[in-house]
């Protein structure tokens, strides 16, 4: 016996159906008519057209100064990079805002930067 039809007879037994339909059951079920979803179209993608700037900062051998300091020396020197380039983005030449700061990592998956 193939092991397909070991498979279906198996999964027949465990839930009382029968593994394959019959020729009555496909003859019924294809009489009988199929629901179809009425969804509503897509709606149109909205949005404004901008002009913006990317600006890319490194802390230079952030991760030697991490590994000489302990967790929490780290996260108040890092805190006060972040708040140090958000001031100078937002009260520069041309102020802005900053949406993210990304985190950077070199490639032997260490941390360089955020």
Known sequence: ???????QRAIAKLDNTP?????AQVAVSARQPIAVSTCPPPARPVGERRHVTV???????STGIAARLDAEE???????????AS???AHGR???SVDTFV????ASGQITGY
């Open 74 to 84: 780290w996260r108040d020197l890092v805190g006060a990079y972040l708040d140090a």
């Open 103 to 106: 985190q950077s990592i070199n």
């Open 19 to 23: 593994a394959v339909a019959t020729p």
């Open 55 to 61: 600006m890319f900062c490194d802390l230079v051998d």
């Open 1 to 7: 016996m193939r092991r397909d039809r070991k498979l």
């Open 94 to 96: 041309s102020p802005g």
């Open 87 to 89: 001031a100078a983005v």
